[in-house]
Nanobody
Framework: QVQLVESGGGVVQPGGSLRLSCVVS????????MRWYRQAPGKERELVAS????????SYADSVKGRFTISRDTAKNTLYLQMNSLKPDDTAVYYC???????WGQGIQVTVSS
């Protein structure tokens, strides 16, 4: 059974930082690329960042490029999203995703507000 569990969200002031984690189980994590998505209220879910199976390839949405960093630790079966210089527009529910059975995490709320 594929499981993805996010953590690390919360409320932060503009300019602050958060690190999201996604612990996975039920498949060979080191064999698959992973993604982070987000969905803001009233908006469609959007792709934020992707990482290749070996961590060597990454890509980012233009809106987060230079501020967010996606990474992975295969030994810990964990995907990360380091978010710096956060803006109110980054407020959303963040989800990790794997193409294994198109599986999603439960989502974690990130709120950027003063």
């Amino acid at each position: 059974q594929v499981q993805l569990v996010e953590s690390g969200g919360g409320v932060v002031q503009p300019g602050g930082s958060l690190r999201l984690s996604c612990v996975v189980s039920g498949f060979s994590f080191g064999n698959y690329g992973m993604r982070w998505y987000r969905q803001a209220p009233g908006k469609e879910r959007e792709l934020v960042a992707s990482i290749s199976y070996d961590g060597r390839g990454t890509s980012y949405a233009d809106s987060v490029k230079g501020r967010f960093t996606i990474s992975r630790d295969t030994a810990k079966n964990t995907l990360y999203l380091q978010m710096n210089s956060l803006k109110p527009d980054d407020t959303a529910v963040y989800y990790c995703f794997t193409g294994v059975r198109d599986s999603w995490g439960q989502g974690i709320q990130v709120t950027v507000s003063s």
